[in-house]
């Protein structure tokens, strides 16, 4: 029975990971396709444009990506404890808590780009295309932040497949259209976003399937608004804003610093690094979100041993792939920067290959980081969460950054990534003993 069990909770390990991680790089190819097509239709401007509208983008997914997270983790808690109408009603303050914010953030786009672009280091030829960016990005943040909500909920209900082939719809319907737009009907920049906006719609659409089946299992309720609940879900999806929100920070900072150092060139080669980093990052948040619904329902249930092995399973896997990605990266970091290098520009190739055989040391660490953020979120412990997520993302990373590059230039912006995620990963294990082990 224990051998049986023990494979019915690898399937599902298998089965979630799998699908959540081929649909999370699927969503990552957004920014990936923008960065290829915009490198070749519009040159280093183009390229430096787009990382530096980036980090907005960032916010608007991260804010999806704490109210999904955190309100269907809640909700698969609840399920557990057979407590549907509550769950309902978190999945009513989710939804509308969302459409709030994104009608917020249409009116910043409307009223307030240029400020923005101004305040992100953008100027001559590339404040434009920034603006450009910025402003249709805020405007579809209605249907980015209603997408990750949903694909969480979809996720949770037992619906692994449905979302998966709905972010994989709405990621290759992207790449046609980047195509589509900035080369056959030379759109510029304004088509590439334009693409990147149409991607949460078509998605939704293939999601809309499941509110009309009866096996769907939340459904919008009438229940009053509520600043408990919201605080609740935001508390339990902080991990989740917190880590794409200050990856977007640090962006910005890394853009700043690289602008002193090394003008736009830099800011271009930091693009290539940076985009790869999201497509990099996808697969272990991919591992992280697929683990989440599991968890979540075996702590809800009472059955502790299933939660100790699922998390198991996660770790090994994102330190075996991450020992493979470093090595692959550090072997071809030539041909990978070469394919987002259009103009051949010599000094960005070499400031883009040095930097990729630094940066991206840091993978089994900032995967295990990943991982334990989500984990203690899940089992309805978001302190040990919070900390996690606020070492990796500010407390470190941010103080690093500035004094590595004051003292080594490019080579201690590079290290920042790679030290930062090392000592997080100290702590998180500390918190592991702390929180968990001693409890036991």
């Known amino acids: 029975m224990t051998g049986n069990k023990n494979e019915g909770i690898k399937k599902s390990f298998v089965k979630y990971t799998s699908l959540n991680v081929l649909g999370m ?19 280093a401007e183009g390229l430096a444009a787009l990382n530096l509208a980036i980090p907005i983008y960032s916010f608007i997914h991260g804010m999806g990506l704490m109210l999904g997270m955190g309100g269907a983790t809640r909700c698969s808690i609840l399920r557990g404890q057979k407590e549907q109408k509550r769950a309902d009603s978190y999945f009513t303050s989710c939804v509308r808590t969302a459409l709030g914010i994104g009608v917020i953030l249409v009116l910043f786009g409307l009223l307030a780009s240029r400020g923005i672009t101004a305040a992100l280091g953008a100027e001559g030829n590339v404040f434009d295309m920034t603006n450009t960016y910025l402003k249709v990005i805020l405007l579809f943040s209605p249907m980015f932040l209603m997408n990750n909500v949903l694909l969480c909920f979809v996720r949770n209900d037992g619906k692994p497949r449905l979302a998966m082939a709905a972010m994989l719809s709405g990621s290759f319907s992207n790449i046609i259209l980047d195509y589509i737009f900035i080369f056959p009907l030379r759109m510029g920049i304004f088509g590439a976003v334009l693409a990147t906006g149409f991607a949460p719609v078509i998605s939704i659409g293939v999601m809309s399937i499941c509110f009309f089946r009866k096996d769907y299992s939340f459904r919008i309720d009438r229940s009053r608004p509520s600043v408990r609940r919201v605080a609740d879900v935001c508390s339990l999806g902080l991990p989740s804003l917190v880590t794409e929100v200050s990856s977007g920070i640090v962006m910005i900072v890394f853009n700043m610093i690289i602008l002193g150092l090394m003008g736009n060139t830099g800011v271009a080669a930091y693009g290539v690094i940076a985009n790869l980093s999201l497509v990099i990052m996808s697969m272990f948040n991919g591992v992280a979100q697929g683990i989440q619904p ?147």
């Open 25 to 43: 790089l699927g969503l990552s190819c957004y920014i990936l396709a923008d960065t290829y097509f915009i490198s070749k239709g519009l040159g």
């Open 294 to 440: 599991i968890i979540s329902n075996s702590y809800g249930y009472g059955k502790r041993e299933d939660v100790k092995r699922v998390l198991r399973y996660a770790l090994v896997t994102v330190i075996a792939a991450s020992v493979l990605i470093y090595i692959g990266i550090f072997v071809w970091a030539d041909p990978v920067a070469m394919v987002f290098n259009s103009g051949r520009d010599v000094i960005l190739q070499d400031t883009a290959v040095y930097g990729l055989r630094i940066y991206f040391a840091a993978c089994p660490f900032a995967g295990v980081n990943v991982i334990m953020a989500v984990y203690f979120a899940s089992v309805d412990k978001p302190k040990p969460s919070h900390y996690i997520s606020l070492m990796r993302g500010f407390f470190l990373i941010l103080p690093l950054t500035f004094l590595l590059s004051a003292t080594l230039g490019m080579t201690g912006v590079w290290m920042a990534f790679p030290a930062a995620e090392f000592l997080c990963c100290i702590f998180a294990v500390f918190c592991h003993r702390r929180y968990i082990i001693k409890k036991q």
